[in-house]
């Protein structure tokens, strides 16, 4: 409501409104750019010479030692390290056997398959039984299972600590309002830092291996369950909360006994964030070394190993869509009763017969080898074959001929072209263009957020490259919006097709950012073009998911009205569907702006020139101040269209008076 | 006050606003409800007195936003009142510390909820027993008692439900039961039966006064239905705008409204079935012939007061003569006329 009345303010006391100004800004920016061509600017305004940068990353640097050193930050984590490295040590016994206390594992794999197929049946029937199970057994059978473990041992110690610290730090977030407030901003950074900011800091305080990689996982899967449950919190009906006062509960009892249970949905929604968040993470510390399956996938892609890159890539997926249906299984799940005199172990059916199997696969992989383990000869991997097969299609002249002239074309009359253009604007005038953006959409508190932001990546001294990721980003969210829209407006003219590609969207947001990029480097091989790609893949999912969900959720009566006024179909959806359905769909342009940055990021492995090149550089040593300036260009640039495009979206739906 | 004084509240004042306490510290008793809300408060009870007898059902009747609800909360200081005081059985409520408030409401105090307030996680046996696992009492115990609750508010055989998995009226009857489960000695009802169905309503306003026979207790009764009021209250308190206008005994209510709002309320009101020969009866006057009895309505003595020709009837209670009623005054009750 207060940032209304300021937009109000604006409006009448500088005596024009938001789009003039704007419009006046782009023309400023357009005449600085001309006379950058003719060579008349200053040069000061072209580029900040190197002698008017100030060093952050050193200035950085001292903190980080301070902090580090001399308030022994290291110290602490060191100590914390041995902890966690206790714990990672356990559950790597027991997953795949590592010599480590308590040197009873690994637990044989028909075991974790049996007892993944009873929860799956308890939580949804013989689908989820089928792909509980069966996601283990495929891994097993295609001889990745001591990979997939290696990677699972951390993900089962990151996601109960990060589900631990954000249900507690949402607690106090709930409980107060200024710890809330202290808290919001430091998320939404974190939630735009590019991943490979996490990873350096947990390197240097947390040793690289395991330990470095859970932090890492840990603390970016911490944010969304802070948020959720501050939410289901907040959600509690006043009156269960009254009936909790009257039943004479003290204030521990009323959250135990009377808020906590009551925001189980929320809870549990945010439980399946962090596990999605920490597998997509878990197999990104493969850029820390940490082993297992995203090591694997990073050195067969790398050495261009398709048919096996495509194997690991099934296993990541089967786990993503297995875990993410099993969770939001688990949200659904409403207790049922028991009839009175119901015997106790018809009541703990589910958890005994998966005792049951348990220890039956346990013993039955004492006696009978491949039980318990998928020798190296007898596992039916089709790795080579796979990979023959991909090769000889792409080589194919048709095929060939098709992914080189979209290379060509995309390449040479789009993709170049525009990013020299945008390379050849000059810093000043460029600032000027994305504050004109966003008082433009959003009014003057994101103007002057972007002010700030984008200056402050002016003065960090990595301008063109932070251009080179903002190319990227707006090259493929363009191309996304091109096809991923029109894909949504087709989808949701029918009940069927909205439903099978709303299914397939939300199918596709499980998989790990990492999988989009072995399409694209199938496809398009390891280059630029790739890049571009894989991003698009993975932008177009929310661009089209939102368009869905906007159109189809019009109220009726609105187009009931367009109908009875005569429109035609086109005619309906341009004036009543689309506008309707724009502040939607901003939320998913917006998100879809938010992936494209994380994926250019981690597309640096297939050689780029932009941020994520130098970050993952950075990894390799212990410059922590260099990537942490690296990092915040990344948040800025995000942020800035985060607010922006956000607060167009609620400014817009509160204007339409539809609710989210 | 006398001893059988329950709930006593004097001068009460709930204020919503940004410095509540600081703006009635300027004493604005004279100021309307909307002299309040142009100041930037509004006034959730505004200047209420009230008491509350032993054993006695108070009904407190207003439209929605008339502060009823609130009031209702200030008893059990689930809202901190802003000015005033209220005496519970003697001890001034808002002199309780934490731990004295939770003990107050885990051995005298009942609530009912407008939407139930049942906790979802729970069974209809574990709701139920939820007040006496909140003051710590054995698991056997607490069990035996529940399951004593949930049959006397007829839900046998349903104990192990949740509550998704049952009716509105029946998750009332868990409601209520829950409210009942530690004996309370006072009783709130915030609008029990407003979410449920009008028969339902019917039957669930039996089924309460059945109760009610039976245990007694003290009880304030929230509704914003005229007909339940009349039907349950032994008083009436009408509320419009966080202000009492009237409080009164239904047959009171109904032949000497108060205010003009009070008034257009009882319009609507057949009042030959609200006001019982015991109102109308005159100490000054003596009948002759068959006396008729204090508790009968004037709807039931209709046939009688036709065919009658005596011009005054006497009025007895308890088999004691407690004076006449006016035959012409009776059948214009009836009648309707003003």
């Known amino acids: 409501m207060a940032s209304i009345t300021v937009d109000e303010n604006m409006q009448g006391g500088v005596g024009f409104s938001r789009q003039r100004l704007a419009g006046i800004l782009v023309f400023v920016a357009v005449v600085m750019t001309i006379l950058q061509y003719t060579g008349l600017l200053p040069s000061v305004l072209h580029r900040l010479p190197e002698s008017a940068i100030p060093p952050f990353a050193t200035w950085l640097d001292a903190m980080f030692n301070f902090v580090k050193d001399d308030l022994g930050l290291l110290a602490l984590t060191r ?106 901003p430091i998320l939404s950074v974190l939630q735009t830092l590019p991943f490979f900011t996490y990873l350096l800091p947990a390197v240097i305080f947390f040793k690289v291996g395991p330990t470095a ?67 997509a ?66 009541r703990h059916a589910t958890s005994l017969i998966a005792l049951g199997a348990f220890v039956f696969f346990c013993i039955l992989a004492q006696f009978v080898e491949v039980a318990a383990e998928i020798g190296r000869k007898q596992n039916f991997s089709q790795g080579k074959e796979i990979d023959t097969a991909i090769k000889t299609f792409l080589a194919f002249d048709p095929v060939q001929n098709t992914t080189n002239a979209m290379r060509y074309v995309l390449n040479v009359w789009i993709l170049n072209p525009f990013r020299d253009f945008l390379l050849s604007i000059p810093t000043s005038a460029f600032i000027l263009l994305v504050i004109a953006f966003a008082l433009w959409l959003g009014g003057k508190r994101p103007a002057i957020y972007a002010a700030i932001f984008f200056s402050l990546v002016a ?100 187009t009931e009205a ?99 | 006050m006398t001893t059988d004084t329950v709930i006593s509240c004097r001068n009460v004042w709930k204020l919503f606003g940004a410095d509540p306490a600081g703006y009635l510290a300027k004493k604005p008793e004279g100021h309307s409800y909307e002299d309040i809300r142009a100041d930037g408060y509004i006034a959730g009870v505004k ?27 200030c008893f059990s200081r689930l809202h901190e009142i802003t000015g005033g005081t209220i005496e519970v059985e003697g001890q001034d409520i808002m002199s309780l510390s934490e731990q004295q408030l939770i003990d107050l409401r885990r051995n005298k105090m009942g609530m009912v909820f407008q939407s139930f307030g049942l906790l979802p996680h729970r069974t209809v046996l574990e709701n139920v027993a939820f007040p006496l696992e909140m003051r710590g009492q054995d698991k056997h115990t607490r069990r035996e008692r529940a399951l004593e609750v949930v049959k006397l508010v007829g839900l046998e055989g349903r104990e192990e439900y949740f509550p998704r998995e049952l009716s509105g009226g029946q998750q009332q009857r868990v409601g209520i039961a829950r409210s009942l489960a530690i004996e309370p000695d006072i009783w709130f009802l915030d609008e029990p039966f407003s979410a449920l169905d009008p028969l339902i309503r019917r039957e669930m306003q039996d089924e309460f006064l ?15 239905d005229f007909d339940e009021a009349l039907r349950l209250a032994d008083r009436i308190a009408i509320m419009k705008d966080g202000a009492v206008e009237q409080c009164d005994t239904p047959d009171k209510i109904v032949l000497n409204p108060a205010t003009e709002y009070v008034r257009k309320f009882t319009e609507e009101i057949d009042k030959a079935r609200v006001v019982h020969a015991g109102v109308l009866a005159r100490d000054g006057i003596t009948g002759e012939g068959t006396p008729v009895d204090a508790s009968a309505s004037i709807q039931e003595l209709a046939k009688l007061l036709v065919q009658d020709t005596r011009a005054a009837i006497p009025v007895h209670r308890d088999g004691k003569l407690v004076g006449a009623l006016d035959r012409e005054e009776a059948l214009n009750v009836l009648v309707g006329a003003e």
């Not at chain 1, 057994?137 to 110690?157: C, D, P, R």
């Not at chain 1, 190319?471 to 829209?485: N, P, Q, R």
Request: glycine content about 8%; proline content about 4%.
């Open chain 1, 562 to 660: 367009a109908d009875m006024a005569g429109a035609t179909r086109m005619q309906k959806l341009w004036k009543v569907q689309l506008p309707l359905a724009l502040p939607t769909m901003a939320v998913g342009f917006n998100q879809a702006i938010m992936f494209a940055f994380f994926m250019v990021i981690i597309a640096a492995f297939i050689g780029t020139q932009d941020l994520g090149q130098e970050l993952q550089r950075t990894l390799a040593g212990t410059d922590l101040g260099k990537n942490f300036v690296l990092g915040l260009c990344v948040a800025l640039m995000a942020l800035t269209f985060d607010l922006t495009i956000m607060k167009w979206a609620s400014d817009k739906k509160a204007a339409l008076g539809l609710d989210d």
């Open chain 2, 47 to 73: 200047d209420v007195s009230i008491e509350v007898s032993r054993g006695e059902m108070l009904v407190i009747m207003g439209l929605s936003g008339s502060g009823k609800s609130t009031l209702v909360r």
């Open chain 1, 79 to 184: 100590f914390l390290t041995e902890g966690l490295q206790w714990i990672l040590d356990v559950t790597a016994n027991l997953l795949f056997g590592k010599r480590r206390w308590p040197n009873i594992g690994p637990i044989p794999w028909t075991a974790i398959a049996a007892v993944a197929g009873v929860i799956g049946y308890y939580l949804g029937g013989w689908r989820l039984a089928l792909l509980g199970a069966g996601t283990f057994i495929w891994t097993a059978l295609i001889g990745q299972w001591k990979i997939a473990m290696e990677t699972m041992s951390v993900l089962v110690v990151a996601a109960p600590l990060a589900f631990v610290i954000g249900l507690g730090a949402g607690i106090l977030a709930w409980k107060y309002s200024a710890f809330n407030r202290a808290i919001k």
């Open chain 2, 210 to 224: 059945r109760l009610q026979a039976m245990l007694g207790k003290t009880i304030v009764f929230i509704t914003h």
């Open chain 1, 281 to 346: 993470m878990v197999v990104l510390t493969a850029f820390i070394g940490m082993p297992g399956l995203g090591a694997k996938l990073l050195a067969m892609m790398g050495s261009f190993k398709l048919g096996r890159s495509f194997e690991i890539g099934v296993t990541i997926v089967l786990l993503a869509v297995m875990l993410d249906r099993l969770s939001k299984a688990w949200v659904v799940k409403q207790p049922e009763h028991f009839e009175r005199g119901t015997p106790w172990w018809k």
């Open chain 1, 459 to 558: 003065l960090s001294g990595w301008w063109d490259r932070s251009v080179i990721t903002l190319y990227s980003v707006i090259s493929a969210v363009s191309l996304a919006l091109l096809i991923g829209v029109p894909i949504g407006i087709l989808a949701a003219r029918s009940d069927t097709w909205s439903r099978r590609v709303l299914l397939a969207c939300d199918t596709a947001q499980t998989f790990p950012s990492f999988i989009y990029l072995i399409p694209a480097i199938m496809l398009f091989g390891i280059t630029a073009t790739s890049v571009v790609m894989s991003i698009l893949i993975f932008a177009m999912v929310p661009l089209t998911r939102y368009t869905i969900e906007g159109l189809r959720t019009v109220p009726v009566e609105m």
């Open chain 1, 213 to 279: 990689g859970a932090v890492a996982t840990t603390i970016y899967a911490i944010p969304p369950m802070v948020l959720m449950t501050t939410l289901g919190l907040q959600k509690v009906s006043p009156e269960v909360v009254e009936a909790g006062h009257m039943s004479g509960c003290t204030r521990w009892q009323l959250l135990r006994h009377v808020y906590l249970p009551s925001a189980r949905t929320e809870i549990l929604v945010g439980v399946n964030q962090v596990i999605m968040l920490c597998l």
